[in-house]
């Protein structure tokens, strides 16, 4: 992690910014949904689902690009959430298309979003060290 160039942390705390701005707007959108058929009753369901699923998606392919930047020890920092069921996830969305879960959608919005977000931020906070420390470190250097 430490030969981490600082264009490269820069990038990751912004990929990560943007994860937890997904993840926040997934979970306030979906306040108070009980059941996927609050989905799929109703085309503006249908719609919210479809969004829902661009999200994670979108968490999903942020992540790989986080990993082939920063390889997995960056991610291991915190080992409690399945990183590789993350981007998979992204994977069985993009390339499902009509063999969706819409229940499994609804669980992992339920159930995994809240302790996604808590990992994200605490690495938002390590990449704000970090990119503290390149910038001593370059200062002093240069």
């Not at 430490?2 to 993840?23: A, P, Y």
């Amino acid at each position: 992690m430490e030969s981490l160039s600082f264009e490269n942390l820069e990038i990751i705390h912004e990929t990560l910014l943007n994860i937890r701005k997904s993840i926040s707007m997934l979970l306030e959108w979906n306040v108070g949904v009980q059941s996927t058929d609050e989905w799929t009753d109703s085309p503006s369901g249908m719609q919210k689902l479809a969004a829902n699923c661009m999200l994670i998606e979108a968490i999903g392919e942020a992540i790989r690009k986080i990993e082939k930047r920063a390889s997995r020890e960056f991610l291991n920092q915190r080992p409690e959430i399945p990183w590789q069921d993350v981007m998979s996830m992204r994977n069985h969305i993009a390339h499902g298309y009509f063999d969706l879960d819409d229940s499994y959608v609804l669980s992992v919005i339920q159930n995994d979003l809240k302790p996604l977000a808590e990992a994200i931020d605490f690495l938002i906070e390590k990449t704000k060290l970090l990119i503290i420390e390149k910038e001593v470190d370059e200062g002093v250097k240069g």
